[in-house]
């Protein structure tokens, strides 16, 4: 099947209108900084005010998913908002707004007598307090169902990793792949490079170029933390959802796919949690200067799981997603025993751009490293 592209329905600050989000917190930068971070906030999203627009089923629901307001409340809410309909009618739409900590979601329900006339090309007209106006053409939302929808967010790693990354995933049981790339230099091909994984596996490339926030700084990573919610709220037809970087591999070590895996958790169970175990750069030699390493590469791992996790989430009970967790109540989360499924944390398949200590070679050690050759060997087996 094809590789099909995504382009949000964004709204952003002219560049050069006295109006900025601020950082809200400029002594915390400056602690952060260090190799590869610019404490003055290079790459901190001042301009973005909605990343989407997405239209829910039916014509039931207008979605607004941005990075948070902070100061920007003050001076763009409270904000209105009207549908145009067919034949030029339009109605007003009340916003409900949730603000999150790295993020914020406004719904508004369309009238039941109006869903019938919204068509293709309906536009909402968002007028903020201070008066400036855009036009933006909703999104309609992906129903399409599937078992498991798995997304991440890059910007330019090696298509190796990511050819390896995805068919990987595919073969234990992943339906789609969403990549939230974050302004590659090989956007317009990425497609391409994806066209032969994609035969039996739905992938969408989404055109996520907002800025990913300082390097280091955790705190202001909006654009990541939004793709997360934006790939439950804009492709919810998926029974299960995951978000794990391209440097990141479940194993399981019991016979079954993911879906099995997942299906098997009680009804009652709405976050399955994954203990982490890094794998680290030991004996490996590169077979030339220019080739990248492949995850099949390396095969010591540590032998204690870290306290940091990735989760399987249902996506009909989720309504909050973050790197390491999800919100799902009233539904239960549990940890998986790392014997039947954990996952691994490839430390040489980083750019060195956030954490180039990573790149170091480390001795092995028996006592702290262990053999495990479950990634390596599936993904020799799929020649990738």
């Not at 600050?13 to 590869?36: K, W």
């Not at 954990?342 to 060195?352: D, E």
């Amino acid at each position: 099947m094809p590789v099909l592209t995504y382009t949000p329905s964004s709204i952003r600050l002219d560049p050069d209108c006295p109006m900025r989000r601020e950082v809200p917190d400029v002594a915390q930068l400056d602690v952060l900084s260090g190799p590869g971070n610019d404490p003055s906030a290079a790459g901190y999203d001042h301009t973005t005010v909605i990343y989407d627009v997405l239209l829910t089923a039916r014509n039931a629901r207008v979605l607004l998913i941005g990075p948070p307001l902070l100061n920007l409340a003050d001076v763009l809410w409270p904000a209105t908002f009207t549908l145009v309909l067919r034949g030029g009618r339009q109605v007003e739409l009340k916003p409900r707004r949730e603000d999150r900590s790295h993020y914020f979601i406004a719904h508004m329900r369309v009238p039941r007598r109006h869903r019938s006339d919204v068509t293709d090309n309906s536009i909402l007209r968002v007028r903020f307090a201070d008066g400036s106006t855009y036009d933006v053409r909703p999104n309609p939302v992906d129903e399409t169902p599937v078992a498991l929808s798995l997304s991440t967010q890059q910007r330019d790693e090696s298509t190796v990793w990511l050819r390896q990354w995805a068919a990987y995933w595919h073969s234990l049981g992943a339906d789609r792949v969403i990549i939230y790339d974050n302004g590659s230099s090989y956007f317009s091909e990425l497609p391409q490079l994806l066209a032969d994984v994609a035969q039996d596996l739905s992938i969408v490339v989404v055109r996520w170029h907002f800025e990913f926030g300082p390097p280091r700084g955790f705190a202001y990573h909006y654009a990541q933390w939004a793709s997360l919610n934006h790939a439950r709220l804009a492709f919810p037809g998926a029974r299960w959802g995951a978000a794990f970087d391209v440097d990141e591999y479940p194993v399981l070590r019991k016979d079954g796919g993911l879906i099995a895996f997942l299906d098997r958790q009680s009804r009652a169970t709405g976050l399955v949690l994954l203990k982490l175990f890094d794998v680290k750069n030991i004996r490996w030699t590169p077979a030339s200067d220019g080739e990248p390493p492949s995850a099949a590469d390396f095969v010591y791992r540590s032998r204690e799981a870290k306290k940091t996790f990735k989760y399987f989430y249902r996506t009909k009970w989720t309504r909050d997603s973050t790197v390491h967790s999800a919100g799902v109540r009233p539904l239960r989360q549990v940890v998986a025993d790392p014997a039947e499924a954990a996952y691994l944390h490839y430390w040489a398949l980083n750019r060195g751009w956030r954490h180039p200590e990573r790149l170091e070679s480390v001795v092995f050690d028996p006592a702290e490293h262990v053999e495990d050759r479950a990634v390596a060997d599936r993904l020799r087996s799929l020649d990738i």
